[in-house]
């Protein structure tokens, strides 16, 4: 049996199923698909966990029991204090591969391995077609798709030594719906859901690489009240989510052994609008 199902767990519900399924010793491999894989004692990478969504998610994913490896660029204080004393943190500037590289040497280090990446981090900065430059574009591009390529390739080196791991993508309804006024950011988050279903492809069966995509969740400090409403407005559930909507997600998709190329829209219906 190799170290991915040794260390899977079954869900409460299995041990009643497996209570029934004793006396029928055929049925062990529909026992085997129900494993899971338990947050408690995983080694997580967060990017961006320093603040904001990422910082929700890098605390429930510690609060389960995992130790945290928490990224940051400028965030040094912010990514401390939620890293606590159990966690480390880590820079990097996501547009530099050789960065990228150096962090994961610092994860290999530190944890002796990597079970779960969650690619968080991103710049969002507006940019219409006529005022777009080369630099914007590179910047979007380079931050938020190809940095968590190559993050993810380093990160599934680490995780097939230990023959499993998951990958999280958070993309954003805006790479398919595509936003004019910030049409580098959008085509950014496109290339990474394009990303998302690549490396599925490529690192199944061990390694589950699914994504997120959220609607409006916190805003950006510069958007004005009309802003914020118009976003609101786009949504089919008129409300802003919180960042617990998209924990939520992605605690789903590290304990879902079975779900691998998928994307979760944690929009309020925004992407069917
Ligand atoms: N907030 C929303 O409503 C919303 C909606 C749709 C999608 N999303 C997606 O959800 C994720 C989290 O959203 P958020 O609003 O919490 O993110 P955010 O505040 O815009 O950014 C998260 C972090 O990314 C880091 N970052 C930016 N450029 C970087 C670079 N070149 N290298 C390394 N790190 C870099 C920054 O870390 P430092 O602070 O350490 O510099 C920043 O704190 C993002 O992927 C975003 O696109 C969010």
């Given at each position: 049996m190799g170290e991915r199902a040794q260390s899977a767990t079954l869900s409460p519900s299995c041990w009643s199923f497996l209570a029934i399924a004793k006396p029928m010793p055929r049925l062990a491999p529909v026992i085997m698909a129900t494993l899971f894989m338990d947050i408690n004692g995983k080694v997580a990478l967060i990017t961006g966990g320093a603040k904001r969504v990422g910082r929700e998610i890098a605390l429930e994913i510690a609060r389960r029991g995992a130790r945290i490896a928490v990224h940051y660029r400028s965030s040094e204080a912010e990514a401390k204090a939620v890293a606590g004393a159990s966690g480390t943190v880590f820079h990097a500037d996501l547009t530099d591969v050789v960065s990228i590289d150096k962090m994961i040497r610092g994860v290999e280090e530190e944890f002796g391995g990597l079970d779960i990446l969650i690619n968080n981090a991103s710049v969002?900065?507006?940019?219409?077609?006529?005022?777009?430059?080369?630099?914007?574009?590179?910047?979007?591009?380079?931050?938020?798709?190809?940095?968590?390529?190559?993050?993810?390739?380093?990160?599934?080196?680490?995780?097939?030594?230990?023959g499993a791991g998951k990958i999280i993508n958070i993309a954003d309804v805006a790479g398919e719906v595509i936003w004019p006024s910030y049409l580098p950011y959008s085509v950014s988050k496109a290339a990474l859901i394009a990303v998302n279903r690549g490396l599925a492809k490529a690192y199944a069966p061990q390694i589950q690489v699914n994504a997120i995509a959220p609607g409006p969740i916190l805003f950006p400090e510069y958007y004005t009240e009309e802003q914020k409403q118009a976003a609101i407005e786009r949504t089919l559930l008129k409300r802003a989510g919180s960042p617990r909507d998209?924990?939520?997600?992605?605690?789903?998709l590290i304990e879902s052994d079975y779900v691998t190329g998928e994307m979760i829209h944690v929009d309020g219906g925004r992407h069917i609008m």
């Open positions: 969002f900065s507006p940019a219409t077609a006529d005022d777009a430059t080369p630099e914007h574009w590179d910047m979007q591009m380079d931050t938020n798709a190809k940095g968590p390529f190559f993050l993810a390739q380093r990160a599934a080196a680490l995780m097939r030594i230990r998209v924990v939520n997600a992605v605690v789903f």
